[in-house]
Protein backbone atom coordinates (compact mmCIF):
# COMPACT_ATOMS: atom_id res chain seq x y z
CA UNK A 1 0.00 0.00 0.00
CA UNK A 2 0.96 3.74 0.01
CA UNK A 3 3.58 4.89 2.43
CA UNK A 4 3.45 8.82 3.49
CA UNK A 5 6.48 10.19 5.13
CA UNK A 6 6.49 13.46 6.78
CA UNK A 7 8.68 15.77 7.93
CA UNK A 8 10.09 17.49 10.70
CA UNK A 9 7.53 15.84 13.61
CA UNK A 10 8.27 19.22 15.79
CA UNK A 11 8.88 22.62 14.29
CA UNK A 12 8.80 25.80 16.39
CA UNK A 13 8.92 29.21 14.88
CA UNK A 14 8.46 32.68 16.31
CA UNK A 15 5.07 34.50 15.20
CA UNK A 16 5.37 35.74 11.88
CA UNK A 17 8.02 33.65 10.53
CA UNK A 18 7.26 31.35 7.86
CA UNK A 19 6.76 27.17 8.55
CA UNK A 20 7.44 24.63 6.46
CA UNK A 21 6.42 20.88 6.31
CA UNK A 22 7.31 18.32 3.80
CA UNK A 23 6.00 14.97 2.60
CA UNK A 24 6.93 12.15 0.66
CA UNK A 25 4.71 9.49 -0.77
CA UNK A 26 5.11 5.94 -2.73
CA UNK A 27 2.35 4.96 -4.50
CA UNK A 28 2.11 6.80 -7.70
CA UNK A 29 -1.23 6.78 -8.47
CA UNK A 30 -1.98 8.79 -5.99
CA UNK A 31 -3.78 11.44 -6.84
CA UNK A 32 -5.21 13.72 -4.28
CA UNK A 33 -3.05 15.42 -1.07
CA UNK A 34 -5.20 16.96 1.43
CA UNK A 35 -3.61 18.93 4.50
CA UNK A 36 -5.51 18.58 7.53
CA UNK A 37 -4.91 20.73 11.43
CA UNK A 38 -6.00 19.06 14.40
CA UNK A 39 -5.74 21.07 17.70
CA UNK A 40 -5.59 19.33 20.79
CA UNK A 41 -8.91 17.31 21.92
CA UNK A 42 -10.40 17.83 18.78
CA UNK A 43 -11.19 16.39 15.11
CA UNK A 44 -8.87 16.90 12.46
CA UNK A 45 -10.48 19.60 10.00
CA UNK A 46 -9.25 20.34 6.28
CA UNK A 47 -7.38 23.28 5.87
CA UNK A 48 -5.81 22.67 1.96
CA UNK A 49 -6.06 20.06 -0.81
CA UNK A 50 -4.19 19.79 -3.90
CA UNK A 51 -4.72 17.13 -6.91
CA UNK A 52 -2.21 16.08 -9.10
CA UNK A 53 -3.14 17.80 -11.97
CA UNK A 54 -2.02 20.97 -10.03
CA UNK A 55 1.37 21.72 -9.25
CA UNK A 56 0.82 24.88 -6.67
CA UNK A 57 -2.32 26.06 -4.72
CA UNK A 58 -2.74 29.07 -2.33
CA UNK A 59 -5.15 30.09 -0.09
CA UNK A 60 -4.70 33.45 2.28
CA UNK A 61 -1.18 32.59 4.06
CA UNK A 62 -1.27 28.56 3.47
CA UNK A 63 -0.04 27.27 0.17
CA UNK A 64 0.73 23.68 -1.10
CA UNK A 65 3.21 22.44 -3.41
CA UNK A 66 3.11 19.11 -5.27
CA UNK A 67 5.73 18.03 -7.29
CA UNK A 68 4.88 14.24 -9.06
CA UNK A 69 7.96 13.59 -10.07
CA UNK A 70 9.54 13.23 -7.19
CA UNK A 71 6.68 12.28 -5.23
CA UNK A 72 6.65 14.82 -2.64
CA UNK A 73 4.32 17.83 -1.36
CA UNK A 74 4.84 20.54 1.07
CA UNK A 75 3.03 22.73 3.36
CA UNK A 76 4.17 26.35 3.71
CA UNK A 77 2.27 28.56 6.25
CA UNK A 78 3.43 32.54 6.02
CA UNK A 79 2.94 34.90 8.74
CA UNK A 80 1.90 32.45 11.62
CA UNK A 81 -0.02 33.36 14.40
CA UNK A 82 -0.34 31.64 17.26
CA UNK A 83 -3.86 30.13 17.40
CA UNK A 84 -1.64 28.20 14.13
CA UNK A 85 -0.25 26.11 16.80
CA UNK A 86 -1.51 22.56 16.13
CA UNK A 87 -0.52 19.49 14.57
CA UNK A 88 -0.78 19.16 10.75
CA UNK A 89 -1.09 16.03 9.13
CA UNK A 90 -0.66 15.20 5.09
CA UNK A 91 -2.22 12.87 3.49
CA UNK A 92 -2.06 11.18 0.24
CA UNK A 93 -5.51 9.28 -2.00
CA UNK A 94 -6.51 7.49 -4.96
CA UNK A 95 -9.43 9.06 -6.25
CA UNK A 96 -10.56 9.93 -2.84
CA UNK A 97 -10.29 6.24 -2.22
CA UNK A 98 -7.86 4.86 1.30
CA UNK A 99 -6.49 8.10 2.84
CA UNK A 100 -3.28 7.39 4.45
CA UNK A 101 -1.52 9.92 6.33
CA UNK A 102 1.63 11.20 7.60
CA UNK A 103 2.87 10.69 10.96
CA UNK A 104 2.19 14.49 11.41
CA UNK A 105 4.09 17.51 12.56
CA UNK A 106 3.46 19.41 15.75
CA UNK A 107 3.61 23.32 15.19
CA UNK A 108 4.34 25.59 17.97
CA UNK A 109 4.28 29.49 17.20
CA UNK A 110 5.91 31.12 19.93
CA UNK A 111 4.78 34.69 20.63
CA UNK B 1 -26.79 20.27 10.15
CA UNK B 2 -24.94 17.78 8.24
CA UNK B 3 -21.94 15.96 9.93
CA UNK B 4 -20.64 12.99 11.12
CA UNK B 5 -21.57 11.77 14.60
CA UNK B 6 -19.85 9.96 16.97
CA UNK B 7 -21.16 7.81 20.23
CA UNK B 8 -19.56 7.26 22.92
CA UNK B 9 -17.16 10.09 23.14
CA UNK B 10 -15.62 8.75 26.37
CA UNK B 11 -15.88 5.00 27.10
CA UNK B 12 -14.25 2.99 30.03
CA UNK B 13 -14.42 -0.10 30.12
CA UNK B 14 -13.20 -3.93 31.23
CA UNK B 15 -10.77 -6.60 29.37
CA UNK B 16 -12.71 -9.11 28.28
CA UNK B 17 -16.14 -7.06 27.20
CA UNK B 18 -17.63 -6.84 23.76
CA UNK B 19 -18.30 -2.88 22.44
CA UNK B 20 -20.01 -1.47 19.88
CA UNK B 21 -18.73 2.48 18.80
CA UNK B 22 -21.44 3.89 16.85
CA UNK B 23 -20.65 6.25 13.93
CA UNK B 24 -23.45 7.91 11.88
CA UNK B 25 -23.70 10.74 9.08
CA UNK B 26 -25.85 13.05 7.34
CA UNK B 27 -24.05 14.34 4.73
CA UNK B 28 -24.80 12.07 2.10
CA UNK B 29 -21.83 10.37 1.72
CA UNK B 30 -21.07 6.88 -0.03
CA UNK B 31 -17.65 6.18 1.57
CA UNK B 32 -17.17 5.63 5.09
CA UNK B 33 -13.55 5.11 7.38
CA UNK B 34 -12.17 4.15 11.01
CA UNK B 35 -9.32 5.03 11.78
CA UNK B 36 -7.14 4.72 15.33
CA UNK B 37 -5.21 7.43 16.53
CA UNK B 38 -3.20 7.86 19.67
CA UNK B 39 -3.27 11.63 20.84
CA UNK B 40 -1.74 13.63 18.44
CA UNK B 41 0.03 11.07 16.76
CA UNK B 42 -0.62 8.93 13.63
CA UNK B 43 -4.23 8.00 11.88
CA UNK B 44 -4.40 4.40 11.21
CA UNK B 45 -6.64 3.02 9.20
CA UNK B 46 -8.64 0.02 10.80
CA UNK B 47 -11.60 -0.13 8.11
CA UNK B 48 -13.31 1.02 5.21
CA UNK B 49 -16.39 0.66 2.71
CA UNK B 50 -17.28 2.49 -0.24
CA UNK B 51 -21.01 1.34 0.53
CA UNK B 52 -23.83 -0.66 1.76
CA UNK B 53 -23.10 -4.57 2.21
CA UNK B 54 -19.11 -3.41 1.08
CA UNK B 55 -16.79 -3.66 4.06
CA UNK B 56 -12.58 -3.57 3.89
CA UNK B 57 -9.43 -4.12 6.11
CA UNK B 58 -7.66 -1.32 6.66
CA UNK B 59 -3.45 -2.07 7.39
CA UNK B 60 -3.77 -1.44 11.15
CA UNK B 61 -5.20 -5.21 12.62
CA UNK B 62 -7.18 -4.23 15.06
CA UNK B 63 -9.28 -7.10 16.05
CA UNK B 64 -12.39 -5.15 15.04
CA UNK B 65 -15.31 -5.53 12.57
CA UNK B 66 -17.53 -3.41 10.81
CA UNK B 67 -20.64 -3.35 9.03
CA UNK B 68 -22.64 -1.72 6.58
CA UNK B 69 -26.22 -2.40 6.43
CA UNK B 70 -27.33 1.01 6.17
CA UNK B 71 -25.79 4.23 4.08
CA UNK B 72 -25.69 6.42 7.05
CA UNK B 73 -24.28 3.70 9.40
CA UNK B 74 -21.00 2.48 10.02
CA UNK B 75 -20.40 1.03 13.42
CA UNK B 76 -17.18 -0.83 14.78
CA UNK B 77 -17.16 -3.83 17.32
CA UNK B 78 -14.51 -4.84 19.49
CA UNK B 79 -15.62 -8.61 20.21
CA UNK B 80 -13.32 -8.75 23.04
CA UNK B 81 -11.78 -5.51 24.54
CA UNK B 82 -8.13 -5.45 25.92
CA UNK B 83 -5.93 -2.81 27.18
CA UNK B 84 -3.73 -2.38 23.90
CA UNK B 85 -6.92 -1.13 22.23
CA UNK B 86 -6.90 1.62 24.46
CA UNK B 87 -6.86 5.09 22.09
CA UNK B 88 -8.96 7.20 19.86
CA UNK B 89 -11.18 5.65 17.09
CA UNK B 90 -11.93 8.36 14.94
CA UNK B 91 -14.61 7.52 11.74
CA UNK B 92 -14.67 9.58 8.50
CA UNK B 93 -16.71 9.81 5.70
CA UNK B 94 -16.51 11.14 2.04
CA UNK B 95 -18.03 10.83 -1.65
CA UNK B 96 -16.08 10.93 -4.77
CA UNK B 97 -12.56 12.52 -4.45
CA UNK B 98 -13.82 14.89 -1.79
CA UNK B 99 -11.87 15.61 1.13
CA UNK B 100 -12.21 13.15 3.95
CA UNK B 101 -14.46 14.56 6.86
CA UNK B 102 -14.01 13.20 10.45
CA UNK B 103 -16.53 12.70 13.69
CA UNK B 104 -15.23 13.91 16.88
CA UNK B 105 -14.10 10.34 17.79
CA UNK B 106 -14.52 7.79 20.51
CA UNK B 107 -11.86 8.14 23.39
CA UNK B 108 -11.64 4.28 24.46
CA UNK B 109 -9.93 3.16 27.35
CA UNK B 110 -9.61 -1.00 28.46
CA UNK B 111 -8.89 -1.13 32.24
Known amino acids: GENVEQHPSTLSVQEGDSAVIKCTYS??????FPWYKQELGKRPQLIID?????GEKKDQRIAVTLNKTAKHFSLHITETQPEDSAVYFC??????????FGTGTSLTVIP | EADIYQTPRYLVIGTGKKITLECSQT?????MYWYQQDPGMELHLIHY???????EKGDLSSESTVSRIRTEHFPLTLESARPSHTSQYLC??????????FGNGTRLTVT
Open chain 1, 91 to 100: AASIQGNQFY
Open chain 1, 27 to 32: DSASNY
Open chain 1, 50 to 54: IRSNV
Open chain 2, 27 to 31: MGHDK
Open chain 2, 49 to 55: SYGVNST
Open chain 2, 92 to 101: ASNRGNSPLH
